[in-house]
C-alpha cells in the first residue's frame, strides 16, 4: 500500500510481496487456474495461453468464465448455465466447496498427507474423498503424487469403498470440469459432443488430433451393489481412472470418464431406497429408463439395440476421433445389458468389461494363487486348477465370468463347475429349452439335469457335489458361508485320499455383504481354509499363526491390461488375455504373500504387477499376431525388453520436491514396504 500511494517513481515489489499482494487481492487461485489450465493442454505457448486464458475473466479478482460445454455437462448444470453457476446457484454446494477449499492448501506431498489424514482421522472417509476432488482440480500432479506415496491407504478413499457412498450423494457435491456426459437427448450428435469436451479437456497430437488414450464409460446401471444410480455413478468411471494411473501408468490427461445418461429409475431402483433422479440435484435426466423384454426374456435398455443404438454411436464417434487404439472399457452396466453389449462390440472396438472379464480373471488369479500356496514349486498351476471342481455361489457376471473363464480357457471341464442362483444349482434340460437359468448367460453354465437333492440348501450342495472351492458373488446375502458351510468344506477335503486345504473366496462387497468374514473362516475351518475376499480383512492370528487375507480385487487386473492393450494397439481383447493375466498375477507372489498366505500379492506392489500384466497382454497379442504395434520391433516376444519398453513409458506426475521427480515409473505406485489398509472393489 505504501509504494502504490506514494507520489514518487513505484518501487518494483519484491518476490514475497508479489505474492502477498496475489494473495491480499484473491489473485492467487486465478494465476493457479491459468496454469493448470495450460499445464493440462500441455500448451507450447504457455505465455500466450495464460493471457488469453485470463482475459477471459468477467472482472479482475473474480473467476475464469469457464468455456462452454452444453453438450458435454450434465444436463442440469447446462441448464443452470455451467459448473461454477451450479456450484453458487445451490447454497450448500457453495459452503461445501469453500470448507472444502479452505482443507486444501497444501502444495507438496508432505502437507498433502498430513491434510487429508487429518480428515481420515474422523473414521469416516467421505470428507477425504471431497478433499482429494479438490486436490484433483486444484493440482493434478500433485494429487497423483500424494496417492502414489501412500497407495493402500489412500486408493480405497479415492474408489472403492469410498466411492460407493460417494456414488449415492454424487449430487450433494459441488461439481468440477473433469468428466464427461452423454445425453440420449443428443442422439445423432454424439461426435460433437465428445469433440466439445476434448477441446476443452484433452492435449492434442502434433497433428492437431486429440490425444485421448482411454474412455472408460458406464450408465450407472448398477453401481457396485447399489443399484441404479444413473450419472451419480460419475464417481465410479472418474475412479477406475485414478487407478489406471496409479496402477497402470496411464497419462491421466488423455483419458475420460463418462457416462451415458439415458435414464434412472427412481429410489425403488436401487438398493438404499435413496431419492436420486429426483432430487432437485441430479445431474442428469430426469426420467425413467426406457426398457423393453430381450429374446431372453430379460429386461434392457431399449436405446442401446438396433441400427440407431446409443452405444454404436458413442464408440464409433469415440474411434472416429481418438482412433481405434483409443481403449473403451464397459463399467457397471447392468447384466441384462452387459452381456450382451459385450458380445456385440468385443470383435469391433478396442474394448472389454472390467465386471465380467476383470473380476473373473482375478478370481482365477486367487484360485491359482490358492495352489501356488500350497505347492509353491508347482509350474503348471493351471493344470493344477483343472483336477479341481469348483462351486460358484451367485450368479452375477462376476461369477458367471469366472466359470467361463476356468471352462473355456483354463480347460476346466463343465462338469466339475457348477454356479448357483436363488433356484439353487443352475440346470437345463437335454434340450435346453427347460431349467432354473434366467438368461443365456446362465444357461451358458447350466448343467444337465435337474439336481436330484435340494440344491437351494449351500451345505447339501457342499455334500453332493464335493467342491475343492467355493466363489462367494452373491452381493445379498451376507455370512452366508456360515459355520456349517465351511466346516463341510473342510470335511469334504478330509475324506479325500490326499487332502488338500479347501478354497473359500468370499468377495461380495461392500464388507457389510461379504459371505463370510476372513476371521470366522480362519476360526470355523481351524486354520485349514485359505480365504480370499473382495473386501480387505486385516490379518488374522489363530494359535500363533499369522494368515493375511489377500484382497481379490480386479485393481490388479485391469490397469495393466489396458495399458499393455493400448501401447501395442492390439486389435481387440480377447479372452485368452484375461487368463494370461490371472496366471501373471499369481506369479507375482512373493514368499511373504505365501508365508502369510495371501492369495493375491501385497497392494503396496500394485504397478509392478500390473506391468507383469500388461507384458503379458503384449505378449498374448504378439502370439495370436493382433498386435498393431511392435513395442521392440527387432524382438518382439522377448519378455523382458517388452516390460522393459512398458516400464520406460509409463505416465508418472512431474512434480519436485519430497524426491519425487528422482523415482522411476517401477518406483511410482510401489512406494515402499507399505501395510495395506482397508479396501473393497
Known sequence: KRKMLSTDPPIPLSADE???????????????????????????????????????????????????????????????????????????????????????????????????????????????????????NKDLDLYYSTLAAEPALLLPVAYTPTVGEACQKFH?????????????TDRGNLKASLKEYAEVMLPKNEDGTYDCECIVFSDGGRILGLGDLGVSGMGIPSGKLDLYTVCGGFNPKKTIPLMLDVGCTDSSGNSAG????????????????????????????????????????????????????????????????AFPLLAEYREKFLTYNDDIQGTASVAVAAILGAIKIQKPETTD???????????????????????????????????QIFVTNSKGIIWMSEDGKSGSFRNNEQKAVAQVGEPMFDSKDLVEVIKQIKPDCIIGAVGRAPNCFNKAVVEEMCKVQEAKKVPARPLVFALSNPKSQAECTAEDCYKFSQGKAIFGSGTRFEPVTLDGVTRDPGQVNNFFIFPG?????????????????????????????????????????????????????????????????????????????????????????????????????????????????????????
Open 561 to 681: 491390461m489396458s495399458y499393455g492393450c493400448m501401447r501395442c494397439q492390439s486389435k481387440t481383447i480377447p479372452e485368452r488375455f484375461f487368463m494370461l493375466a490371472a496366471e501373471a498375477v499369481a506369479n507375482s507372489l512373493s514368499a511373504d504373500d505365501i508365508k502369510f498366505e495371501s492369495v493375491v500379492p501385497n497392494p503396496a506392489n500394485i504397478r509392478e504387477v500390473n506391468l507383469n500384466v500388461a507384458t503379458a497382454a503384449v505378449l498374448g497379442a504378439e502370439e495370436l499376431g493382433i498386435a498393431g504395434k511392435h513395442l521392440v520391433p527387432n524382438d518382439p516376444k522377448n519378455a523382458a525388453k517388452v516390460k522393459a519398453e512398458l516400464l520406460a513409458t509409463m505416465w508418472q506426475p512431474s512434480m519436485t520436491g519430497d524426491g519425487l521427480a528422482e523415482r522411476s515409473a517401477a518406483d511410482f505406485g510401489t512406494c515402499g514396504n507399505l501395510e495395506p489398509k482397508d479396501g473393497e472393489h
Open 381 to 415: 498351476l493351471i493344470a493344477e486348477a483343472r483336477k479341481m471342481t469348483y462351486v460358484f455361489h451367485g450368479a452375477g457376471s462376476a461369477n458367471l465370468g469366472g466359470a467361463l473363464l476356468l471352462r473355456d480357457e483354463g480347460g476346466v471341464p463343465g462338469a
Open 18 to 136: 508479489v505474492k502477498e499482494y496475489l494473495r491480499a487481492h484473491k489473485l492467487d487461485e486465478v494465476i493457479a487456474s491459468a496454469v493448470n489450465h495450460v499445464v493440462s493442454k500441455q500448451s507450447q505457448t504457455p505465455t500466450q495461453d495464460i493471457s488469453t486464458f485470463l482475459s477471459s475473466m468477467a472482472e479482475l479478482g473474480t473467476a475464469p468464465t469457464e468455456p462452454p460445454r452444453p453438450a458435454s455437462l450434465g444436463k442440469s448444470l447446462v441448464a443452470c448455465g455451467g459448473i461454477n453457476k451450479w456450484n453458487e446457484f445451490h447454497p450448500n454446494l457453495k459452503q461445501i466447496k469453500k470448507t472444502m477449499d479452505a482443507s486444501c492448501t497444501a502444495t507438496s506431498v508432505a502437507e498433502a498427507l498430513k491434510e487429508i489424514k487429518g480428515l481420515m482421522s474422523l473414521g469416516h472417509n467421505i470428507m477425504a474423498y471431497l478433499y482429494l476432488r479438490v486436490l484433483f
Open 172 to 184: 450433494l457435491f459441488p461439481q468440477y470440469p473433469r468428466g464427461m456426459y452423454l445425453s440420449l
Open 274 to 337: 435413496l431419492t436420486i433422479r429426483d432430487h432437485p440435484q441430479y445431474l442428469g435426466l430426469k426420467q425413467d429408463r426406457a426398457k423393453h423384454k430381450s429374446e431372453a426374456g430379460t429386461l434392457v435398455n431399449s436405446c442401446y439395440y438396433g441400427k440407431d443404438s446409443f452405444i454404436l454411436e458413442f464408440m464409433t464417434a469415440a474411434t472416429e476421433l481418438f482412433g481405434k487404439g483409443c481403449l473403451l472399457q464397459f463399467e457397471d452396466f447392468n447384466s441384462n445389458d
